[in-house]
Nanobody, 116 residues
Framework: EVQVVESGGGLVQAGGSLRLSCVAS????????VGWFRQAPGNEREGVAC????????YYVDSVRGRFTVSSDKAKNTVYLQMNSLKAEDTAVYYC?????????WGQGTLVNVSS
């Protein structure tokens, strides 16, 4: 059974930064692409960023490219999302995406609230 604990969210002013963490158990990062998706109130789930275990390549949705950085530590079974230059439209609950593109909410997510 996959279990995850997402953390690092909070209330931040526009232009600020946050670093999200997701610690996973019951899921091996080997040979998978992992990352984050988000869901804002009234909106569909949206893939944010992914990183490949095989070659470290990354993917970002256009709206966050250049501001967010995804990384992972396979030894700790942890995936991170460094978010800089936050905007009000980044406000959402952020979830680990394991594997990327599946949009399964294994955990409670972590709320990011950006005030303008």
């Amino acid at each position: 059974e996959v279990q995850v604990v997402e953390s690092g969210g909070g209330l931040v002013q526009a232009g600020g930064s946050l670093r999200l963490s997701c610690v996973a158990s019951g899921f091996t990062f080997d040979h998978y692409t992992v990352g984050w998706f988000r869901q804002a109130p009234g909106n569909e789930r949206e893939g944010v960023a992914c990183i490949s275990d095989s070659d470290g390549s990354t993917y970002y949705v256009d709206s966050v490219r250049g501001r967010f950085t995804v990384s992972s530590d396979k030894a700790k079974n942890t995936v991170y999302l460094q978010m800089n230059s936050l905007k009000a439209e980044d406000t959402a609950v952020y979830y680990c995406d394991l594997p990327c593109g599946t949009f399964d909410a294994w955990g409670q997510g972590t709320l990011v609230n950006v005030s303008s």
